[in-house]
């Protein structure tokens, strides 16, 4: 295996969250409405035929805001709560990571030509969307899920 960095690796957005919240905050985002606007010309609307029949989708988006922010690369306290063990970047959803890559999975409200009404997408607008995937019971986790009891209470009132 080579220490070599690995070359660059480019995405282009393939659309735009519009409306919803226009700051980040940390908790309820459940409730929050939005819109995701194919801005990408090489797709329209047949790129969203079929999304009317699945409830949820997941959307690959960009953390955009505050990208002046230092990356984390190594283990903090979450939400700096020193009650809360120190844990790996890799350990939480911060947006501070390495790639600032944020993956979250929202309703679907309606399919409206090249852009979906969605609701709680935990992303502000005028998020660059990377990519958006339907929600089937097939690619959900298969057995039990664990998880830390500190996890649990930062999402307790996330949505």
Known sequence: MSNTPA????????????????ETTKDGWGP?????????PRLGADSLLGLDAVSHIEVVFLFHVDA???????ARHPRNRSDWPRVGIFAQR???RPN????????????DGAALA?????????????????????TLPR??????A???ELMANYW
């Not at 070359?7 to 226009?22: E, L, M, W």
């Not at 929050?32 to 990408?40: A, G, H, M, Q």
């Not at 002046?68 to 190594?74: L, M």
């Open 118 to 138: 969605v609701e709680g997408l935990d992303a502000v607008d005028g998020t660059p969307v990377l990519d958006i995937k339907p929600v089937w019971r097939g």
């Open 68 to 74: 002046d922010e230092p990356v984390e690369t190594g």
């Open 94 to 96: 911060g947006r501070m």
């Open 7 to 22: 070359a660059p690796v480019c995405f282009t957005p393939i659309g735009v969250v519009r409306g919803g919240r226009a």
């Open 32 to 40: 929050n409405r939005s819109r995701i606007e194919l801005t990408d």
């Open 100 to 111: 600032r890559i944020g993956v979250s999975v929202c309703r679907v409200l309606a399919v």
């Open 143 to 148: 057995g039990e899920l664990r998880e830390p």
């Open 150 to 152: 500190w996890a649990s």
